[in-house]
């Protein structure tokens, strides 16, 4: 089809509220055609070639201009730089969003490539025109490549949406997916902005809260009032955390409700200001009020920004910045490259939330899972042992200024625990809540356990490739709380006083005057020597997927391991995830470790 008539276009689109553009086929090579529905797109102005249309004009529900780009690149990388030259050049001169889709005709890296060619230096060409034209590749779900050849040996994803960052900060639950290609040569690519409800959103503390006003008032005042019986300290902490969290919650949204309204009021102030001074009214009077509303306008805009800092975590943000679209951009971005919005489940791409979340429970259902067998046993004594006064000081009872000592000690804004809060809250109404938290990790070491529903974790997942399909692209994290922390901060001081004297001279890591860089220097040299000297050596690695299994070895009775005092057991235990093992290259030293492992 070399032209398309207003019929062909409106038997395309199902009805009669469209427009379109489309640009001529050359011969055996396609064209390009664009149709859209007018009543949320207006186009202002088309510039067309053979290889793009660019539709410039205004996208209606968010009156925002918008550049859409559809590209059918040439092969010829000679024509294609051309083309990224002419493309980069309009949308430097273009002031508003954009989007461009379509055929691109090559590929960002070498994985995007499956039995073909992968010319390095097209692709950086790509690549660097990505980045001068400050453009964000949209990571296209479901499939894996968008173009087979039909002898299907040969893949590549050669179709996808780059866009500005702008649109992100738009659209934040914008997504891309490969559809089915059926009798298509090309899988059609799909953008679209979609909202899944994966659950209700979890509690986080902002440290900006502390700047409102009555905040710590109420805080205290709130805290204070709260009367649990319960003669469990880790439960009477959590359950007061919990009803303060309701109350916050509440206080922060009326609060933030108002800093809108006088937002809004103050700039209808300065509106109605400058209009007098402009005729020349009132001019002394109205400068000094003009000052004091900047005044309190910026200050409502430092709490924005400070929100949005702790937000995108950008730990070089400049105090007093005003440039939350730049935070609330990265915040977007974060959320886009992190969120979970389907899965490739038994070949089939599923987005639906119960479905998503099912997968992903089985899956690592079945990873963690306790092993049936028991596996070897060891019967052996270590050498090395703690002398009773070690062992003692070890079991100490926990005093209240270790406690605050090692809360002192983390960090105010690191990731928080399910129930939100962070180190700087504690820290900063110790003086009320210290106490409540101290007899809550006083409650572990009397008791030798956390109450239950007192150390349920976050499980946060992260992708492991950029690329991420299966359920096995997500590594799995936990992100545990406070009263953990602190708890395992005291044990590891402790033992660290002792560690030295426990474990092998040859430990290299985790130990206080001990260089974790030493093996892999030693590996260095030794490779270094082979190398210059010529000699033929073994360099055997091995990685354990599941090096945390053997934290069941104990429970398992598979050793008794090493008794400190009468409850504290220390296990000498492999907990490193690889090994490497050094030797001459010999059949004797392949088959000692085929015998190991």
């Given amino acids: ?81 051309a083309l990224w030259d002419y493309v980069s050049y309009m949308l430097g001169n273009w002031n508003g969003e954009a989007i461009l889709l379509g055929d691109f005709n090559e590929v960002r890296s070498q994985e995007e490539r499956r039995g073909s060619w992968f010319n390095h230096a097209s692709a950086r060409v790509f690549n660097q025109f990505i980045s001068t034209s400050s453009l964000i590749d949209v990571k296209l779900e479901g499939y894996s490549f968008t173009w087979p050849h039909p002898s299907v040996t040969k893949m590549s994803m ?43 959103i979890p509690f986080r503390f902002f440290h900006v809260w502390f700047k409102y006003d009555g905040f710590d008032e109420m805080v205290e005042h709130t805290w204070k009032s709260f009367s649990h019986s319960d003669r469990n300290g880790m439960i009477r902490f959590k359950k007061k955390l919990q009803d303060l969290k309701l ?47 900047k005044r309190q306008l910026h200050g409502i805009k430092l709490k924005d920004t400070a929100e949005s800092i702790q937000k995108s975590k950008i730990r070089w943000a400049i105090e007093g910045d005003e440039n939350t679209k730049f935070f609330h951009g990265i915040i977007n971005k974060k959320r886009s490259q992190l969120a979970i919005r389907g899965v490739l489940n038994d070949g089939v791409w599923q987005t639906e939330p119960g479905v998503v979340k099912e997968a992903f429970q089985k899956h690592f259902e079945a990873r963690f899972k306790k092993p049936i067998s028991v596996g070897l046993k060891f019967n052996f004594t270590f050498p090395n042992r703690l002398v009773q006064e070690q062992a003692d000081d070890l079991e100490r009872i926990v005093s209240r200024d270790e406690i605050r000592t090692v809360v002192w000690d983390c960090g105010d804004n690191k990731s928080p625990g399910p129930n939100g809060y962070s180190f700087e809250f504690f820290k900063k109404y110790w003086n009320f809540v210290g106490s409540d938290f101290r007899e ?112 069941r070895v104990v429970e398992a009775e598979m050793f008794e391991g090493i008794r400190l005092g009468t409850s504290l057991t220390l296990s000498h235990l492999f907990y490193a995830d690889d090994a490497l093992t050094l030797g001459e290259w010999t059949r004797d030293n392949l088959r000692c470790i085929i015998h190991v492992l």
């Fill in 440 to 551: 809550a990790v006083e409650h572990f070491f009397n008791k030798g356990a956390f109450s239950k529903g007192c150390n349920a974790p976050f499980i946060a997942l992260i992708p492991k490739v950029l690329d991420v399909k299966i359920v096995s692209d997500f590594r799995p994290i936990c992100l545990i709380g406070c009263i953990y922390k602190v708890v395992t901060k005291i044990m590891a001081n402790r033992l660290g006083t002792v560690i030295s004297d426990i474990v092998s001279n040859t430990q290299s890591a985790f130990v206080f005057d001990r260089q974790i860089l030493d093996g892999p220097f030693i590996i260095n040299e030794i490779l270094h020597w082979c190398k210059r000297k010529n000699k033929r050596a073994l360099f055997f690695k091995v990685d354990f997927a599941k090096a945390y299994d053997s934290v």
């Fill in 247 to 293: 109350v916050i919650r509440q206080w922060v949204k009326v609060k933030r409700d108002q800093l809108s309204s006088s937002k809004l009021n103050i700039e209808s102030e300065l509106r109605v200001i400058d209009k007098n001074i402009d005729h020349g009214k009132g001019i002394d009077l109205l400068v000094v009020r003009r000052q004091d509303l």
């Fill in 158 to 200: 050669i179709d996808q949406f780059l866009v500005f960052e702008g649109i992100v900060s738009l659209f934040p639950s914008i997504t891309a997916i490969c559809l089915d290609r059926h009798l298509s040569d090309h899988r059609p690519i799909l953008l679209r902005d979609i909202q899944l409800d994966f659950g209700p």
């Fill in 1 to 81: 089809m070399e032209k398309i008539t207003h019929m062909d276009a409106k038997f395309m689109w199902g009805n009669s509220n469209y427009d379109f553009v489309y640009s001529d086929s050359l011969g055996n090579s396609g064209g390009i055609l664009c149709i859209w529905e007018a009543r949320v797109f207006k186009k202002d102005n088309v510039t067309k070639s053979d290889n793009f249309i660019a539709i410039y004009g205004t996208w209606l529900p968010n009156n925002i201009k918008i550049l859409f780009v559809a590209m059918y690149a040439p092969q010829q990388p000679t024509s294609k730089r």
